[in-house]
């Protein structure tokens, strides 16, 4: 059976196709109980709607407080019985209530090599600083953005002729290997 994943998102959603066409082709040995955006125009949730996956949107505006809403995101995923949440753009930041309740469960993936550039605009920033590497990084959330355990990393070269969209790109096709290979070992290993 593998391991149980729940993806939380917010955006275009790349990561979390990755991970789902990774497990429907069994490249890992995991399987995705549920995806959760916080936001309604999620690009990728008309792609996965068709293929099986249940899908939830839990938007924090609909609670009174992020205690409230953090609540319900606990209580869907355990519903679930999902083992591991794999955050792949998911704009909120998560408390450490939260965290408390799925230490060392939650992992995200980053666009630099961390502890390097965190937070928004990354390879921007990597870029501007005019670095010779920048990369990508899976890690544990923990309460301090981008501040986890790293747990593993790829590194890509910035040549002379990359600007910011040819570095993007870059980052993103190594950022779909890494994940999955954390995933995996994560799989083989046990939480």
């Known amino acids: 059976m593998g391991i149980s994943l729940g993806i939380l998102i917010s955006g275009r959603g790349s990561n979390m196709l990755n991970i789902v066409k990774a ?20 690009e990728c949730l008309e792609k996965i709607k068709n293929k099986g996956f249940k899908i ?17 995101l606990s209580n869907v995923l355990k519903t679930e019985k999902v083992e591991l949440v794999c955050l792949a753009g998911y704009t909120k930041i998560l408390s450490e209530k939260f965290l408390k309740k799925w230490k060392n469960r939650v992992i995200n993936i980053h666009p630099s090599l961390l502890p390097s550039f965190k937070g928004l605009n990354a390879q921007e920033k990597a870029f501007n600083y005019k670095v010779k590497y920048s990369g990508c990084t899976v890690h544990y959330v923990n309460e301090e953005l981008d501040g986890g355990e790293i747990i593993d990393q790829r590194v890509v070269k910035i040549e002379k002729d990359d600007d910011i969209d040819s570095l993007k790109k870059k980052i993103l096709k190594e950022e779909h290997k890494l994940y999955i290979s954390v995933i995996d070992k994560l799989s083989k290993k046990g939480l």
């Open 23 to 42: 497990c429907l082709k069994k490249k890992i040995n995991a399987e995705v109980k549920i995806v959760i955006s916080n936001n309604t125009k999620s």
């Open 56 to 72: 939830k949107i839990i938007q924090n505006k609909d609670f009174k407080n992020k205690e409230l809403y953090e609540e319900k």
